[in-house]
């Protein structure tokens, strides 16, 4: 029976101060392995290294938005595997073209591995390209291994943001990114094995939530129950829950009856068609 393992290398909000910023793993069952958002710093090598998962093990990257959280730390993980796989083809990145601008402003700031940037990719200074850019529209399949495709759909968070829905081997396992309350993720979502959805407060909160651009949990609960996925798990966890999910999963709870739960750091599960 086909599977795919996640390993969520990073859960935390981007004001969160005990959790690393989001990065998630798909190992798919035709091998194609994905990470999904790079954390900050050197979250991802940090995190990847306590799971076996070797940061120059990466070949492919899919970015959901700009935000310092989710994109900074690419530039660490091209610098680790630039250094430990001497012969590796371009770091393939997917993303939106309002992240790529941001990326090569990053790229552009920093110079870690960085002597050339353009709208194609990056060279060091050996004149080697260490990252290739792919601009990516919603709703556009991407192949990215035997059996595995994916397809980004808009979030509603900032200009160019998306989530991600990859399917593989049969299973389809959809991440919200950062949104709010988000029709066009529960399309995207509608027959998932999987939803990772973020969930930033309560419902209490949800004016809060909103005005930052984030969902609280209920509203996750909702996102889950009207795509009908069969398992839903909340992540981008902020400080205040860190030691205590329960008030979130309670929430997510009075709208979704299918098993819930909440993602910590260094988390690994496996779904299965």
């Not at 194609?32 to 940061?55: E, H, M």
């Not at 250094?83 to 790229?107: N, S």
């Not at 004016?207 to 949990?217: E, F, I, L, V």
């Amino acid at each position: 029976m086909p599977e795919m393992k996640i390993s969520f290398l990073g859960t935390g909000s981007g004001t969160s101060t005990n959790r690393a910023h989001t990065a998630i793993v798909y190992d798919c069952d035709d091998g194609t392995r994905l990470l999904i958002d790079t954390s900050s710093g050197n979250s991802v090598a940090r995190s990847g290294s306590a799971l076996g998962i070797p940061v120059e093990g990466f070949d492919q990257v899919l970015l959901s938005h700009y935000h310092p959280d989710h994109l900074s730390g690419l530039l660490f993980v091209q610098h680790a595997r630039a250094l430990a796989r001497q012969d590796a083809p371009p770091l393939d990145i997917y993303l939106t073209g309002e992240t790529l601008e941001w990326a090569i402003k990053m790229c552009n700031s920093t110079h870690l591995n960085v002597a050339e940037v353009d709208q194609e990719g990056v060279k060091n200074s050996d004149g080697r390209q260490v990252m290739r850019w792919t601009v990516v529209e919603p709703g556009e399949q991407i192949n990215l291994g035997p059996t595995t495709t994916a397809s980004c759909f808009p979030a509603d968070h900032i200009s160019g943001a998306v989530g991600w829905r990859v399917d593989s081997g049969g299973m389809s396992v959809v991440f919200s990114g950062d949104t709010r309350f988000n029709p066009k993720l529960i399309e995207a979502a509608k027959g998932a094995r999987l939803l990772i959805h973020e969930a930033f407060r309560t419902d209490e909160d949800s004016d809060y939530a909103n005005d930052h651009g984030h969902s609280t949990a209920g509203e996750a609960g909702r996102a889950a129950a009207q795509a009908g996925v069969a398992q839903l798990v909340l992540t981008h966890i902020d400080t205040e829950f860190d030691a205590n999910p329960k008030p979130l999963l309670d929430d997510a709870k009075k709208h979704y009856k299918g098993p819930t739960s909440a993602a910590a750091d260094l988390d690994q599960i496996t779904v299965s068609a």
